[in-house]
């Protein structure tokens, strides 16, 4: 449980490990604003595109196995980052980063095959909340590291957790149960890829192309094009990348929609108080250094782990399924806080600790109500296809608000986004949270005894 936590924590600490000096990356790089936003980008389109199909790899050839090549990996990557100076190799250094995200869902099906099942409950719960506290303590411990060193420092110490998280997998982590084998469907990972490169382009770069330009229309199209040919293949193959019939029964569609908006709804705060935070007084923000913003941020993640062994109890005794409920009421309730109480560092502060118990609960739910739905033999895949659409909300949210930010501060006349905006933001999130709650509801409770179940007895 330890170590498949701190490998998830380091694979999620790579998405933030560099929005403390983003504005700066265009004179460290050498590069234009826009080929230095592909330093962001790469990472987050990796890990989205090699999460379903490391989960995949992992069912077929073994858990074990797949992690220590995904931490290989990232360790791979940051050492090129420590060493880069220009865009072409950092940007396929972070390229090799993203891929550590896909440790998390296939973590979670180990715990499956090893943990003791009085344990599993809090055990899944602790490693899927590592994917948002890993971001959330990322961005005041990267800006800290900035603050006190050169930007290179960063990597060093990627390389350094990546390195010990590596060693301890290596030493200490089971082998559970060997992989079931079979061929890889290249043809589906070809599609997979292009399909989410084509709607993760449109999503990061609309707000920067406009979103009706030919550029982000063709991706949009692109992006259905290919879903629809990929879905096809998927449907006719007997042994696919990702199980559509599985993926479209209700229990596993409505908890990754769920999953879907929840993920849209933790975010939407994550990119909206940074920037009120560390905005000048003048403009309406606090005038918070990045550092002293980042800390009140932190309480979001630290609520994520604190709620663990919680919703492992909760788990146990109520099923996944009203966990999931609870947490989605607990992050409406956040937004209401947000909506109607004033703007202070105070009250951001608690606003992103109940999201972080809202969220600690939700994410735990939800590879609970997936392991209970899916065969034995297909945990790690579908665990990593609820990962990627966690991600394509958080997706989702970053160009939402990052356009209506942008159109508030285009109209303010100071360059800055207004209160108003920041409102909007928040109530776009606060529909997020409200859809989640209802999608909760329609998820089916299904069975308090899928923890007794290893080996393939699930239908």
């Known amino acids: 449980m330890g170590i498949l936590s701190l490998a998830g924590l380091v694979g999620a600490f790579m998405h933030s490990i560099l929005i403390p000096i983003q504005a700066e990356l265009p004179e460290l790089l050498g590069a234009s604003r826009a080929e230095t936003a592909w330093v962001i980008t790469i990472t987050i389109l990796v890990s989205c595109v090699c999460t379903p199909i490391s989960g995949r790899l992992g069912d077929m050839f073994g858990k074990r196995r797949i992690i220590l090549t995904l931490l290989s990996l990232l360790v791979a990557g940051s050492l090129l980052c420590a060493f880069s100076f220009s865009i072409v190799p950092m940007i396929l250094g972070r390229a090799l980063q993203g891929m550590g995200m896909g440790v998390i869902p296939i973590g979670i099906a180990l715990l499956r095959d090893t943990v003791p099942a009085a344990r599993l409950g809090s055990a899944i719960a602790l490693v899927s909340a590592t994917m948002g506290v890993g971001s959330a303590v990322g961005l005041p411990v990267a800006a800290f590291i900035t603050s006190v060193g050169d930007w290179h420092l960063l990597f060093i110490v990627s390389t350094a957790l990546g390195s010990v998280t590596l060693t301890l997998c290596a030493l200490f982590l089971p082998q559970s149960q060997p992989g079931k084998g079979g061929r890889v469907d290249v043809v589906g990972a070809a599609g997979l890829a292009a399909w989410l490169t084509a709607l993760l382009l449109f999503l990061s770069q609309g707000n920067v192309w406009g979103w009706t330009s030919p550029w982000a229309l063709g991706c949009a199209g692109a992006a259905a094009f290919f879903l ?47 920037q009120i935070l560390t905005l000048p007084a003048a403009s309406g923000g606090l005038g918070l250094p990045l550092l002293a913003a980042g800390l009140i941020l932190m309480p979001s993640g630290l609520a994520m782990l604190a709620m663990s062994p919680i919703a492992g109890g909760i788990i146990d005794r109520l099923g996944p399924q009203p966990l999931l409920v609870v947490g989605s009421v607990v992050l409406t309730a956040a937004y209401l806080i947000a909506l109607l109480a004033p703007t202070t560092d105070w009250t951001v502060g608690l606003v992103m600790a109940v999201v972080g118990v809202g969220i600690g609960l939700g994410y735990a739910a939800m590879p609970t109500l997936i392991m209970q739905a899916v065969p034995v033999t297909e945990t790690a895949a579908a665990n990593g296809l609820n990962t990627l659409v966690r991600a394509l909300g958080t997706a989702t949210a970053s160009a939402i608000v990052a356009g209506v930010l942008t159109h508030s501060a285009s109209a303010s006349g100071t360059g800055d986004p207004t209160s108003g905006g920041f409102r909007y933001a928040l109530l776009l999130g606060a529909t997020g949270a409200v859809m989640s709650v209802i999608l909760a509801l329609a998820v089916p409770r299904g069975r308090k005894s899928w923890r007794t179940h290893r080996r393939g007895d699930l239908p």
């Open 228 to 274: 629809g040919a990929w879905t096809w293949h998927q449907w006719r193959r007997s042994d696919p990348l990702v199980d559509v019939r599985v993926s479209l029964q209700r229990p596993v569609l409505m908890t990754n929609i769920a999953s879907a908006t929840m993920g849209f709804a933790m975010f939407v705060p994550s990119i909206a108080f940074p």
